[in-house]
């Protein structure tokens, strides 16, 4: 019997057979390939290079990286695909609210968004009360770690990497080991012996308290006020680095340069929670000055972030001009230092073990 849950077609000819049905929808075999599409909208399929489950629905774009014993990598799948049918439609029921700014809705509570996800997506926004940010500065960050908070109850996993368009939440056993690339590893990788490309392991990563990495810049998915090419931040958890990745990339500018091109955010997305603020559409080429003084702004609200316990480490890159904060990079660093750079000395946002560039499917 199909429930509106249950697959109702596919856009290619690969049959359903043999896949693990599940309360919520289907979880292709290994080795299985197609793009099974639920009544819901909800797309499932497996990458082929690596097997790893893809889930989409609408602008969410998740890849799940898990290892450990196999029952337990299948039932936490199962977790996945049934968690995310109402993803999507949660975030909608609120999306007012959450297009919000946080400082209203901080002043008057009765406003705020209920939903688990959501209120993942205003909790990382505590202690930004004084900037102008919407709980969307988040959103990809706390639907990765929503996501992650399921199945992290699941038993016999050693390593869960859920990535979200490029925004990663992780968690990791003490043995594991998880390498993440920096976006413009050919400028860190001059920065006084900072590599492009990052070796966490799960001792380090619990010492540390890591969860999440984000990664923000003008010419990424979402708008942005600033001209930083990336901005990459390592927290606590995947919505916390997003905001904070959001909020540096913002301040990495030159405000009254003309180099700098910009048009109303809503101008270009007419639901923007951005408004009519004037958000970055080209950066012409900058002096050497210029440049650092763009970096010389963001790296300081990076260091009012790292102060304030919203950020473990960040990094930041305007035009081939980097910059690396936080205390706790040596003991990261330390353990990189023999990966290197790829031949042309760059390294893609996220690497994860054994993978060379970055995944789509």
């Known amino acids: 019997m199909q429930t509106a849950?249950?697959?109702?077609?596919?856009?290619?000819?690969?049959?359903?057979?043999?896949?693990?049905?599940?309360?919520?929808?289907?979880?292709?075999?290994?080795?299985?390939?197609?793009?099974?599409?639920?009544?819901?909208?909800?797309?499932?399929?497996?990458?082929?290079?690596?097997?790893?489950?893809?889930?989409?629905?609408?602008?969410?774009?998740?890849?799940?990286?898990?290892?450990?014993?196999?029952?337990?990598?299948?039932?936490?799948?199962?977790?996945?695909a049934r968690l995310f049918e109402s993803v999507l439609t949660d975030l909608m029921a609120e999306i007012t609210a959450l297009r919000t700014p946080y400082e209203q809705l901080y002043a008057c509570p009765a406003r705020q968004p209920k939903g688990a996800i959501a209120r993942r997506m205003l909790a990382a926004l505590s202690g930004y009360e004084a900037c102008f940010v919407t709980p969307m500065a988040a959103v990809a960050g706390a639907v990765a770690d929503h996501m992650l908070g399921a199945l992290k109850a699941s038993q016999g996993l050693e390593r869960i990497v859920i990535n979200n368009g490029g925004d990663m939440a992780f968690w990791l056993s003490d043995a594991a080991r998880l390498r993440i690339g920096i976006a413009d590893g050919e400028g860190l990788d001059a920065l006084r012996g900072f590599p492009a490309r990052l070796m966490l392991d799960g001792h380090s990563a619990n010492q540390l308290q890591l969860g999440g990495v984000a990664t923000s810049g003008w010419q990424g998915r979402s708008h942005s006020f600033g001209i930083a090419d990336s901005v990459t931040v390592l927290a606590e958890s995947a919505a916390r680095a997003d905001v904070a990745a959001t909020l540096i990339a913002n301040a990495v500018t030159l405000p009254h340069s003309s180099k700098i091109e910009r048009r109303p955010a809503n101008e270009l997305s007419p639901d923007s929670d951005?408004?009519?603020?004037?958000?970055?559409?080209?950066?012409?080429?900058?002096t050497d000055a210029e440049k650092k003084q763009a970096l010389r702004a963001g790296c300081l609200k990076a260091q009012q972030i790292l102060e304030q316990g919203g950020a473990k480490g960040i990094f930041l890159s305007v035009q081939g001009e980097s910059a690396a904060l936080g205390s706790d990079l040596a003991q990261l660093t330390d353990r990189a230092d023999h990966i290197g750079t790829d031949h042309n000395g760059k390294a893609p946002n996220i690497l994860n073990e054994g993978k060379l560039e970055g995944e789509r499917a």
Do not use: W, Y
């Open 274 to 286: 951005l408004g009519a603020r004037p958000v970055t559409i080209s950066v012409g080429q900058l």
């Open 5 to 80: 849950r249950t697959i109702a077609a596919s856009r290619t000819q690969t049959s359903p057979q043999g896949a693990a049905l599940c309360a919520d929808g289907v979880i292709p075999a290994r080795g299985e390939r197609g793009v099974f599409v639920a009544q819901s909208g909800v797309q499932i399929q497996r990458l082929e290079t690596t097997e790893r489950l893809h889930l989409n629905h609408g602008p969410i774009d998740l890849i799940f990286d898990l290892q450990g014993k196999a029952h337990a990598m299948a039932k936490a799948e199962q977790v996945a």
